[in-house]
C-alpha cells in the first residue's frame, strides 16, 4: 500500500490540480504532508514494534493507514487531502518498519541480504503497477479510486498478519522515547514548511526565518535529547560504524534525486509532452522491471563480495541517467519516447536495482539484533526523508527558474504588462499555468509553447542538481565501504 500510493498519486497530480485548482506548492504539500509525518515518525514506528511488538504495531498501522486512505478518496479539498495524507503518513510510519523488522529477526546474516531483495522486489511489484493504475483511474476521472483500493489491500494484509505470521521471540522490551518522536517531528516539519515556502515568501519573510530557525533548533535539541537518554529513538552510536554512516549518506542523495525526478517526470510527461496519464503510468514501467529483476541479484552480491561493488555502479548509472532525462526536450509526443525518455529511465531502474537492497542489507548488517526494529526504522525514514528533502529543496529551486524562464521567453513576445502580471501569477501552477485571456490565437499558441520550454528549463536544472549530488555521494561512499561483510 505504501508503495502503491506513491507512484499511482505522481501520475495522477495532473489531474489532481486540475479538478482542485491547486498551485504548484499545494502539490507539493500533497506529497510531502505524507512524506514528511513517515519521516518524522518512522523511527517511532520501529521503536514501537521493538516495545510493544513488531505484528501488533503492524497491524495497528495498517489499519490507521487504511482508514486514512478513505479519507483522502473522500476529501473535497486540497486542505483536507493533505490532512489525511499526513494520517496515511501516520501509519505508514507503524506499518512501514515491522516488515523489514520481521524479515531480519527471521533470517540468518547469511541469508539475509537476498531475503531482504525479495522483499524489495515484491514492495516493487505493486511500485510498478502504481503508475499504470494511477493513469487508468486519471484519464478515468477517477483519481479518488486510487485511495479507495487500499481498503481491500489492507483487509487482505490484516487477515494474513494474523493468521499466518509467526513472530519470533524479540530479544528484549525497550522503553520508547515519546520526547523524541515529538521533537522529530517539529524538526522535520518545521524546516520543511520553511523550505516550500521560499519560492513563495522569499528567504527574509519572517514566517519562513521563524519556520526554518524553530525547525533546526528542535533538530538540535533532538539530537542532544537522543545522546542523553538510556533508550534512545536514534541510538546516535550506529553512527561510528563506517559502513552505517557511508550507506546512510548514500541512501539520502540517491532517493533525494529519484523521488524529486519521479514527480516532475509525470508533470513533464503529461503536461508537457502530451501524454495520457495511462501511457505516462506505462512509461515509467522499465523502471520498476529492472528494479525487480536487479534486486534479488544484487542483494547476493552484498552477501557474497559486500556493498561497494553494486553500490559503486549503480550511483554513477543513476547520475548518467539524471543527466539525459536533463536533456530531454520537447518532443512530438509518446512516439518519441523510445529515442527520449526510454534510455535515461532505463539507466535508473537499473540503477535502483542495484542500490535498493544493497543500502538496505548494509544498513541492517550494521546493527545486533536487539536493535533491528530501530535499523529498519532508520533504514526506511532515511528513504522517506529523502522524498522530504528532494521535493523541498528542489521543488522551489523548479517554481523559480520556471518563473525566471517564463518571464524571459514572454518578454521576447513582447506582451504587455497585464499580460505579464497575468503569467507572473499563474507561474505558480507550472506547467498547469494558462496563456492571459484576450490574446489572439496564434499568441496564445506560442505562450502556451513558452510555459512548456519554461517547465523543460526547471526540468532540465533538477536533474542536473541531482546527478551531481549523487555522483559526489557515491564517491564519498564507496570510499568508505570495503568488499566484505563484517562489521567495522
Known sequence: MAFIDATALNVALPAIQSQTHATGTELFWIVNSYAVVTAALILFGGALGDGFGRKRIFAIGISVFVAASLGCGLSQSTNFLVVARALQGLGAALMIPGSLALISATFPMSKRGRAIGIWSASSVVMTALG???????????????????????????????LTKVTVPVQPRVRSVDYAGAVL?????????????????????????????????????????????????????????????????????????GLYAMLFFLALNLIQVQDYSATVAGTAQLPVMV??????????????????????????????????????????????????????????????????????????????????????????????????????????????MTFRSSLMQNAKVLLLDERCMSALRQESWRLADAVPPTGMSPDMTIAVQNSIRLAYLDAFRIVSFIAAAVVITSTLLAAMRLKNHTTSD
Not at 542483494?299 to 530531454?328: E, N
Request: charged share 10%; with cysteine; proline share 7%.
Open 184 to 256: 522529530g517531528i517539529l524538526a522535520v516539519a518545521g524546516i520543511n514548511f520553511a523550505l516550500l515556502e521560499v519560492s513563495s515568501r522569499g528567504w527574509r519573510d519572517p514566517v519562513v526565518i521563524s519556520l526554518l530557525v524553530s525547525g533546526i533548533v528542535c533538530l538540535g535539541m533532538f539530537l542532544w535529547h537522543e545522546s542523553k537518554i538510556r533508550s534512545p529513538l536514534l541510538p546516535l552510536d550506529l553512527f561510528r560504524n563506517r559502513k552505517f554512516r557511508a550507506a546512510c549518506q548514500l541512501t539520502v542523495c540517491f532517493y533525494s
Open 290 to 399: 529492472l528494479v525487480i529483476l536487479l534486486s534479488p541479484i544484487a542483494g547476493s552480491l552484498v552477501d557474497r563480495y559486500g556493498p561497494r561493488l553494486p553500490l559503486t555502479l549503480g550511483g554513477f548509472v543513476a547520475g548518467i541517467g539524471f543527466v539525459l532525462l536533463g536533456r530531454s526536450s520537447l518532443t512530438g509526443g509518446p512516439m518519441e519516447y523510445w529515442t527520449s525518455f526510454f534510455p535515461p529511465l532505463l539507466l535508473l531502474g537499473a540503477a535502483m536495482g542495484l542500490c535498493a537492497a544493497p543500502l538496505s542489507t548494509t544498513i541492517m548488517n550494521s546493527v545486533p539484533p536487539e536493535n533491528f526494529g530501530i535499523a529498519s526504522g532508520i533504514n526506511s525514514m532515511l528513504s522517506r526523508l529523502s522524498s522530504v528533502l528532494g521535493i523541498a529543496v528542489l521543488g522551489p529551486i523548479a517554481i
Open 131 to 161: 503508475p499504470i493504475i494511477g493513469g487508468l483511474l486519471a484519464d478515468s476521472g477517477w483519481w479518488r479510486a486510487i485511495f479507495f483500493i487500499n481498503l481491500p489491500i489492507g483487509v487482505l494484509s490484516l487477515a494474513a498478519l
